[in-house]
């Protein structure tokens, strides 16, 4: 018998397991959970410090991988995203920022009304018990525990402490009233465990008897006289579909969910076409607007064998592992990025557009010692480029990968905020506060200081911060590029929404995992009919000097 339920949701990742969660709370809905990838059990995925394994391990993430970026020596950069329980919370960093005030006011004016800060904060609440963040604007008793880094290695204090030097502001919480500043970094890990959707909202909804797991191959969305009825998948029984009683929604995320639309017919109509598509709804925007970050990482020598090199080795490897196995402590139970900052490139800048992740060690996200020596480093990269790419078809085949170009760095000031970024990094290196680690400059290495030197360092090491989004933006529907409406639901088909950060009209300041979580909360409530949580009066704190200093 074909298995159906009220709601249909296609991916368990940060704003599907959300949703699975709250519309199945009050056990008037069914709801069947759509998710290609396996179990997240086991330690590449809940020991945070195992990080860099679970983003390269085919079982765990899609593979995908950017077209070959123009404005970076044609280099192919990976696109990470979670196939697995939990998406992609079980294969991130594991960093939690909610994303600037201003930034959620900015989607209100664009189109997305209802979406200012105002507006989403209380749902930043009700998903939130925060362990030490800003009373009064975190939340208390929500499934997502989030906790500041516990900073033991001096260095974390030593950044902190430069940031002040160069006469930035400092915050006791980036995620409270005040975003702007140096401080620490907030983490989604609980008793030592990464704290993944799937621990803080799946596994509690897949006891109850209204919610089921699918595993499956979602390859499009079944639509009959312009309604979503239904999802067909694969599995190894076959081609089956999956009925919708009375929605289907897509949260597979900014790369899948445009995919999908575009498999099912909605997209732009001379592309569906020449793949041989049958539309459904001609919408110009699915797959349009690929927003990301891109970061660099500047790294330092420590003349102080205080980092975590000493650390890399393989007796010291299994001493964490087995402390971590056993007692959930330790070096293995934090991800390691522990302060943070957001700042302002120049003055006029209302609010941060540069962020900082800052690590104890020299070493790259494949966990690869990037030099053979004690080090530090920071990745720091600008948060509001005017690039924009987009995700397109490769044929109406869904075996096929989609075809995912950035279009990174193509924008005149994308370089010149790069530039100011790596200047200003080695600027706060050089306080005072490093003076008793600092060592020699690894990358890019003193020799590089010109405009053409560093942007053919750019070029060579820019990376991802794996953070893509916007692919379905939301908006008003007059706006002929919005593919959702401020409630989520696609624009002229009924009985299907889109959840994910793909609705982002625009990307905001930091990681994306607290922002897509927050987005399946507030769609829950707009899927059910519910009246909105009542918006904040709370106002966020904006530099009073933003307009005559950066600092």
């Avoid at 699975?20 to 396996?38: M, P, Q, T, Y």
């Avoid at 890019?444 to 750019?458: H, N, R, T, W, Y």
């Avoid at 009919?529 to 200093?549: C, D, F, M, Y």
């Amino acid at each position: 018998m074909a298995q159906e339920a009220d709601f249909v949701i296609v991916g368990s990742g940060s704003a599907g397991a959300a949703l699975a969660s709250r519309l199945s709370e009050d056990g008037r809905n069914s709801v069947i959970v759509i998710e290609f990838g396996g179990t997240d059990i086991g330690p590449f995925i809940q020991m945070p410090a195992a990080l860099s394994f679970p983003m390269s391990m085919k079982r765990y993430d899609w593979g995908f991988e950017s077209e070959p970026e123009p404005h970076l020596n044609n280099r192919v950069l990976a696109t990470p995203r979670g196939k697995v329980l939990g998406g992609s919370s079980s294969i991130n960093g594991m960093v939690y920022v909610r994303g600037h005030a201003r930034d959620f006011d900015h989607w209100a004016t664009s189109g997305a009304t209802g979406w200012s800060f105002a507006d989403v904060l209380p749902y930043f609440k009700r998903m939130e018990t925060s362990h030490g963040g800003e009373d009064g604007w975190r939340g208390t008793d929500g499934p997502l525990h989030v906790r500041p880094g516990k900073q033991r290695n001096p260095l974390y204090k030593a950044f902190v402490e430069a940031g002040k030097q160069t006469g930035f502001e400092v915050t006791p919480d980036y995620n409270g009233s005040k975003q702007e500043g140096f401080g620490v970094m907030e983490q989604t890990i609980h008793n030592g465990r990464r704290w993944s959707v799937a621990n803080a909202y799946m596994r509690p909804a897949m006891k109850r008897p209204n919610v089921t797991l699918v595993r499956a191959f979602a390859r499009r969305v079944v639509i009959e006289n312009k309604r979503a009825v239904g999802v067909e998948i694969e599995t190894g029984r076959g081609i089956e579909v999956i009925k919708a009683k009375r929605e289907v929604v897509l949260a597979a995320s900014s790369i899948n969910s445009p995919k999908l639309l575009m498999l099912s017919g909605i997209g732009p109509a001379a592309h569906l076409k020449e793949h041989g598509i049958e539309i459904v709804a001609d919408r110009p925007g699915v797959g349009q607007n690929l927003q990301d970050h891109m970061e660099l990482y500047i790294q330092q020598e420590s003349i102080l064998p205080i980092t975590l090199y000493s650390k890399l080795n393989l007796f010291s490897k299994a001493l964490i592992g087995a402390e971590w196995l056993f007692f959930k402590s330790g070096l293995g139970a934090t991800n390691h990025f522990e302060s943070a900052a957001f700042l302002r490139s120049k003055a006029g800048v209302e609010y941060p557009d540069i962020q900082y992740h800052f690590l104890p060690a020299a070493i790259r996200y494949d966990g690869k010692a990037a030099a053979k020596s004690h080090g530090f480093q920071a990745h720091v990269g600008p948060m509001r480029s005017k690039s924009r790419g987009a995700v397109t078809l490769r044929s109406g085949d869904p075996a096929d990968r989609p075809s995912i170009r950035f279009n990174y760095m193509s924008q005149p000031e994308d370089w010149v905020d790069f530039r100011h970024c790596i200047r200003l990094t080695r600027q706060i290196f050089g306080q005072k506060a490093f003076d008793p680690y600092r060592g020699k400059e690894i990358s890019p290495g003193s020799s590089v200081q010109s405009d053409d030197e560093l942007d053919a360092f750019i070029r060579d090491h820019s990376e991802s911060a794996y953070h893509p989004c916007g692919t379905a933006r939301m908006g008003s529907k007059s706006d002929p590029m919005a593919v959702v409406d401020p409630e989520c639901r696609v624009i002229g088909v009924e009985g299907l929404r889109v959840a994910d950060s793909s609705i982002f009209p625009r990307i905001t300041n930091g990681n994306l995992n607290g922002p897509s979580i927050m987005t399946g909360e507030k769609a829950a409530d707009h899927i059910l009919g519910r009246t909105p949580l009542a918006p904040s009066n709370q106002e966020p704190w904006i530099n009073p000097r933003w307009q005559v200093s950066d600092r």
